[in-house]
């Protein structure tokens, strides 16, 4: 896709809010040339945390809903990291979502879809990516997703 990411994002309905501060002691992103490296992001919308185990109290659906909470998280990491300018993101290199899910779960693919499908709906051919979808057995604050991401950025 060519053009404006944040256009887009508005079609869809989407305001990219201020990012988020680290919870602990580390950095929300590392750049190393044309690479972004964004810390985790968790399922939280509106200063609320989405919480649960997928698979006991969060359907499959509920769970992809919170990995799209996640996308949109990292890209206001993104943004932050592209000193506001959004359309310096090239692509979306490589994903790794956890799960927090019931040991027998199955499904962490479908959940992290959430995330995945939002982004290439979002920035197009920019947003299809290398990813992992693992299962968590707790995540910090019991929130029901976390993802982190790699983008190659424009210098």
């Known amino acids: 896709m060519s ?28 750049q190393v040339g044309d690479t972004l ?11 609320e945390m989405i919480t649960g185990k997928i698979g006991a109290e969060l359907s499959v659906e509920e769970g992809a809903a919170a990995a799209r909470v996640c996308a949109i998280n990292l890209l206001g990491q993104v943004k932050a990291a592209c000193g506001g300018d959004l359309d310096r993101l090239e692509r979306v290199v490589k994903l790794t979502g956890f799960v927090n899910s019931t040991p027998d779960f199955g499904d962490q693919p479908k959940v ?32 029901a997703v976390e993802i982190e991401g790699i983008f190659k950025i424009k210098p």
């Open 3 to 30: 053009g404006n990411f944040e256009a887009r994002l508005a079609d869809l309905g989407v305001t990219l809010g201020d990012a988020t501060a680290p919870a602990a002691n580390y950095v929300p992103f590392v």
């Open 37 to 47: 490296y964004v810390s985790g992001q968790i399922s939280m919308e509106n200063g």
């Open 112 to 143: 992290i879809n959430g995330c995945s499908d939002f982004l290439v709906e979002a920035l197009g051919d920019a947003g299809r990516h290398a990813r992992s979808a693992v299962s968590a057995g707790a995540l910090p604050f019991n929130v």
